[in-house]
């Protein structure tokens, strides 16, 4: 069933490509509508999957990657929309269609286990996937301002000179959108926190529970990029690290977050494989 | 019915001339209406841009309409006809579409690819509309334009890129900085291509901007001209501190900025981007300082590469886009060629509905006797087998590819079915609904509308146009 949303963001990416290549309006437009078809698609298939297992599909780490791109689509479409600006598709419809491959081909929806169905634990990964899909959309930001910044100061003006906006404004999306990961990051942690509390109240001897400390990669991996983040968020008020620097530790952020949810959530973590 | 342009443009006339003859001082609605009474042409527009004022009109004879227009220009601005006569250019059908096409790009433009000019046509088409002056002819010119225009416009990247100095420099600030109100500009020296580029950011809504110069005078003086701030040169370094783009163009022999200079004012700045832009021979800056974190600096040989590239660009593009100019021209003489076998076609339809009914009459006592059923029957049947033997020849007429053929074919239709003007001529246009009912059946609307009893105000010269051809 997720293959569905995979061939249509496909497509999607095509025609963003095709767009960045040649420019023309009325591709970025067709790729906007092919998006937009896309991520309602998908809305109907996690409203199915939500309906017949009686909760959204977030509890095993492959639903989650399902959500997440949902999320990210839905985060772009909206991005696009108010910017009015169609140059960053070319960078995150490609991060859609790969990850969307994996839900698509390891279909792995299966009821939550019962020590999860809390409203703190729900909470706790919509947060988090919120996070991360602003976390990717300031990544991307970050690196179409890396390559307008060496345009410029190379003084050869050419592919992103002709369809990136200014320095400026990719600056200011970029913190807006890492502000608003770094708040979604701090309510998931928290609430996670919160909820490992609750639960070894209930199930004590729950090895996994057991394991939920910060030496657990999962978490620990997770402090890491909340520390990279705020120390962005830090740097730029304090010692005036915007622009490049703020691209280049937006772009490490997300390396480590995608590690996190993807390569960390299937093969190392003890305490997140519910 | 020809399509007739008579014009002077920037190529062809001094800048002394083009001011005698332009329209907008006494207003081309004025100039418009005044054509358009003249018998010589049926439909008229006008065209006037501070670098063109060219006419349009259809007329059913261009020679004498050509003569009749240069007189009334010459009447109209009181300029004499020897005066205006050798910059004229003068074209006709196919030719003068392609003109108003590339005027409409932006092709025949001073500065290759300029927006406003396809605005322009579409003020002098608006014109002429009020004036009710346009009829199916440059209706169809004009639309026709406007996406040739449009076409040019997204299909070429004819329109893109800074093609001056100053107006690359501004492009670029935008590139960094965004909109540009909130920045503060510095420019050392008080020279005139400063004052060119200061001017150019001016027009951006900068509202901070600082002058300095060697001679305070010569700062205060052209801070003046531009509503600037004139600060002393002592002051220098400290202006620099608060600026985003600074403009160098001083005199001086030596760079009067050296790479330790700019740390200097970069550290307290906090990465704030700093966009130099150095316009001076010898150069002002030191080209080191481009090396700093978060400076770009821009020495005019680096803006001048820039323009060079997009004049190279649009160059490049200017053949595309006479490609889609040329796919216009070709779709629009093709609509003009088969306009051109209307009054053919017309008669030939007249003489076989005269035939048709003379039979009908000849056996209206035979018929009598027949139910009125079966009378509408073979009335109705006998319309059809006449549409359907007209079908072919119809569009094959309109469909042939030049005039000298069209012209061939017309002649020999005339005289194959005799469709000279007592034959073929206004006997049927006695608004018979029958005819009417036959005319709704052709493909083309323009020749639907023209063969209808209760026609436009083009009817007239359609009725002209049948009897001549």
Known sequence: MNGIPLVVYAIAAGAYGVFFATGRAAVGRLASAVLAAGALAHTFLIGMQTMAIGHAPIADTTSAISTFVWLLALAYLYTEMTTEERAMGVFIVPLLVALQVIPAIRPGLERRAPILESPWFALHVSSLLFAYASFALACVIGITYVLLFKEIKAKHLGFFYKRLPSLQRLDAMNVRAVTIGWIFLTIGVGVGVIWTAQARADAVLDPRLRAMSILDPKIAVAVLSWAIYSFQLYARRAIGWSGRRAAWLSTVGFAIVLVNFVAVGYFLTKSHNF | ?469
Not at chain 2, 256 to 274: E, G, H, Q, S, Y
């Open chain 2, 1 to 469: 019915m020809h399509l007739l342009l008579v014009g002077v443009s920037h190529r062809t006339a001094p800048i002394e001339l083009r001011e005698r003859i332009d329209f907008s001082t006494r207003g081309v609605d004025a100039a418009v209406a005044a054509l358009a009474g003249r018998p010589t042409n049926s439909e008229a527009a006008v065209l006037s841009t501070c670098n063109r004022a060219e006419i349009y009109l259809a007329a059913p004879d261009p020679d004498t309409a050509r003569e009749d227009v240069i007189a009334f220009l010459c009447e109209f601005h009181g300029v004499e006809a020897s005066e205006v006569a050798p910059h004229l250019y003068e074209k006709q059908d196919g030719e003068a579409a392609r003109h108003l096409f590339r005027v409409a790009a932006g092709l025949d433009s001073l500065v290759v690819g300029e927006p406003q000019i396809l605005g322009q046509v579409k003020d002098a088409y608006s014109v002429a509309s009020a004036q009710q002056s346009v009829g199916p002819l440059l209706n169809k010119l004009f639309h026709a334009s406007f996406l040739a225009g449009k076409r040019v416009r997204s299909e070429t990247s004819l329109g893109e890129g800074a093609v001056s100095v100053s107006y690359a420099a501004v492009s670029l600030a935008r590139k960094i900085f965004g909109t540009l109100t909130q920045r503060t500009v510095v420019v050392v020296g008080a020279g005139e291509m400063g004052k060119l580029t200061a001017l150019h950011l001016k027009a951006q809504g900068i509202r901070r901007m600082l002058i300095a110069s060697r001679t305070m005078s010569h700062a205060m003086a052209l801070a003046e001209t531009i509503e600037a701030t004139a600060v002393p040169w002592e002051q220098l370094s400290a202006a620099l501190g608060e600026a985003d783009i600074v403009i160098t163009a001083t005199g001086a022999n030596l760079p009067i900025l050296v790479r330790a200079d700019v740390t200097a004012i970069m550290k307290p700045r906090r990465n704030r981007p700093l966009f130099i832009i150095d316009i001076a021979v010898p150069r002002d800056v030191d080209p080191a300082a481009g090396e700093l974190d978060q400076v770009f600096l821009y020495n005019i040989d680096d803006l001048q590469a820039i323009v060079q590239e997009n004049l190279t660009r649009r160059a490049a593009e200017m053949t595309r886009a006479d490609r889609i100019v040329g796919e216009e021209v070709d779709r629009f003489a093709a609509w003009l060629r088969s306009r051109g076998a209307i009054p053919t076609v017309v008669a030939l339809r007249q003489r076989f509905e005269t035939i048709r009914r003379a039979e009908l009459e000849r056996l209206q006592h035979k018929l009598a006797g027949l139910p009125l059923e079966a009378q509408k029957r073979v009335d109705e049947v006998t319309r059809l087998i006449v549409e359907k033997l007209l079908l072919t020849p119809t569009e094959q007429m309109k469909a042939l590819p030049d005039t000298e053929t069209m012209a061939a074919y017309s002649d020999a239709l005339t005289r194959l079915f005799s469709l000279t003007s007592d034959n073929g001529g206004p006997a049927p246009r006695d608004s018979n609904p029958a005819e009417a009912g036959s005319g709704a059946g052709q493909p083309d609307p323009a020749e639907a509308g023209s063969r209808a009893p209760h026609g436009g105000p083009e009817q007239a010269s359609d009725a002209n146009g049948a009897k001549s051809g």
